[in-house]
C-alpha cells in the first residue's frame, strides 16, 4: 500500500464495551507502534513490534489494553471494558526497521475513538 | 522526568509572513530531534530529523535549528501558505534502545496561516 492505514477511522462505543482498532503498515515495514494522543497533549507511546521479536508493551496504560501482529504485518489494538479516559485518537505508525536513530516513522490517519 | 514543552500554543499569521516555533526539551540520554507536521485529522509527518552534531536542517521553507547545549530547538517557517495551517510537534528520542527510538512528543503548536 501507499501508506499506513488504520480502520475504523473513528468508533464511537457505549463504557464498558470492547473495542478492536486495526493498522495496516507500509508494505515492507517491520517495526510498527502504537501511540495514543488525547486532546491538548503529547502523543504517547503504548507499544512496538519488531518483526518477531517479543513487543516492548511497556507503554500500555492498563491490562484492558492489548496489542497482537499476525504475520509481522497487520496489528490490532484491544481494548476491553472502556473507559471514558480512553477517549482518544489512537496512531499507528510503521518505520522500515533497522534503520537505526534516524529511522522515520510514517504515520496512518488515526482511529477517533469516543466512549461515551 | 522527561519532557518536551513547545511555544507558543497556538499562533495565527497572514499568508506570506514567516514565523518561527519554539522547542524546549529536558530529555535525557538525547539521541535525536524531529520536528513533524500534523493536518487535521491527519497522522504526522516528518519535517526534519537532527542527531546532536547538527544544528540546522531545513527542508524547503522550513529551517529547524537545535542547540543541544541550552536544549532548544526551533522551527522557522518562511513565506508561509494557507497549507501551512496545521500542529507542528517536536518530537525528542531518548535514546535509542531496544531496536528502537524512545520518542517524547510535545503537545504542538497549532498554526493558522490567514490569507
Known amino acids: 500500500g501507499a501508506g499506513v492505514s488504520q480502520s475504523p477511522s473513528n468508533k464511537v462505543t457505549e463504557k464498558g464495551k470492547d473495542v478492536e482498532l486495526r493498522c495496516d503498515p507500509i508494505?515492507?515495514?517491520?517495526?510498527l507502534y502504537w501511540y495514543r494522543q488525547s486532546l491538548g497533549q503529547g502523543l504517547e507511546f503504548l507499544i512496538y513490534?519488531?518483526?518477531?521479536?517479543?513487543?516492548?508493551k511497556s507503554g500500555l496504560p492498563s491490562d484492558r489494553f492489548s496489542a497482537e501482529r499476525t504475520g509481522g504485518s497487520v496489528s490490532t489494538l484491544t481494548i476491553q471494558r472502556t473507559q471514558q479516559e480512553d477517549s482518544a485518537v489512537y496512531l499507528c505508525?510503521?518505520?522500515?526497521?533497522?534503520?537505526?536513530?534516524?529511522?522515520?516513522?510514517?504515520f496512518g490517519p488515526g482511529t477517533r475513538l469516543t466512549v461515551l | 522526568k522527561n519532557q518536551v514543552e513547545q511555544s507558543p500554543q497556538s499562533l495565527i499569521i497572514l499568508e506570506g509572513k514567516n514565523c518561527t516555533l519554539q522547542?524546549?526539551?529536558?530529555?535525557?540520554?538525547?539521541?535525536?530531534l524531529r520536528w513533524y507536521k500534523q493536518d487535521t485529522g491527519r497522522g504526522p509527518v516528518s519535517l526534519t530529523i537532527?542527531?546532536?552534531?547538527?544544528n540546522t536542517k531545513s527542508n524547503g521553507r522550513y529551517t529547524a535549528t537545535l542547540d543541544a547545549d541550552t536544549k532548544q530547538s526551533s522551527l522557522h517557517i518562511t513565506a508561509s501558505q494557507l497549507s501551512d495551517s496545521a500542529s507542528y510537534i517536536c518530537?525528542?528520542?531518548?535514546?535509542?534502545?531496544?531496536?528502537?527510538?524512545?520518542?517524547?512528543f510535545g503537545a504542538g503548536t497549532r498554526l493558522a496561516v490567514h490569507p
Open positions: 522547542c524546549n526539551y529536558t530529555v535525557s540520554p538525547f539521541s535525536n
Open positions: 518530537v525528542v528520542s531518548a535514546g535509542f534502545s531496544g531496536g528502537y527510538n524512545k520518542l517524547i
Open positions: 513490534f519488531q518483526g518477531n521479536s517479543a513487543p516492548d
Open positions: 505508525a510503521s518505520t522500515i526497521g533497522g534503520g537505526g536513530k534516524t529511522d522515520t516513522q510514517y
Open positions: 537532527m542527531t546532536f552534531s547538527e
Open positions: 508494505s515492507g515495514h517491520t517495526a
